[in-house]
């Protein structure tokens, strides 16, 4: 697992972080039941505080991306499919409803951009 971390970004540190795992984990590249690193460890190899990766992990398993297993460490949830799924109907969804609403792809796709930043 490779996670981006740029100090000098405008970006929170946490939040450099989740996006990071949730990419891999989304795109595939960490696996269901992949074990990631400990808070401590990911932490030292990024140069930030440990409370940083904490918050990363835990706004992950809040969105049911990890599951935390006590001391045996954090994992790629199976739950991260369903909200793959999940994505994917509600985006159907909304392509249904910009249709009918006759607004061209363009906008929907940029409405959709703009509510992603």
Known sequence: MTVSYDSAS?????????????????????????????????????????????????ELEEAGLLETRGRAGSFVGASGDESRSRARL?????????RQLGLPAEEALAIVEAALR
């Open 90 to 98: 509600a985006a159907a969804d909304y392509a249904t409803v910009t």
């Open 10 to 58: 405008p970006v929170p540190p946490y939040e450099q972080v989740r996006s990071s795992i949730a990419a891999q984990i989304n795109d595939g590249t960490l696996a269901v039941g992949a074990k990631l690193p400990t808070v401590r460890a990911l932490a030292a190899e990024l140069g930030v505080a440990p409370n940083t990766v904490a918050r990363a992990y835990r």
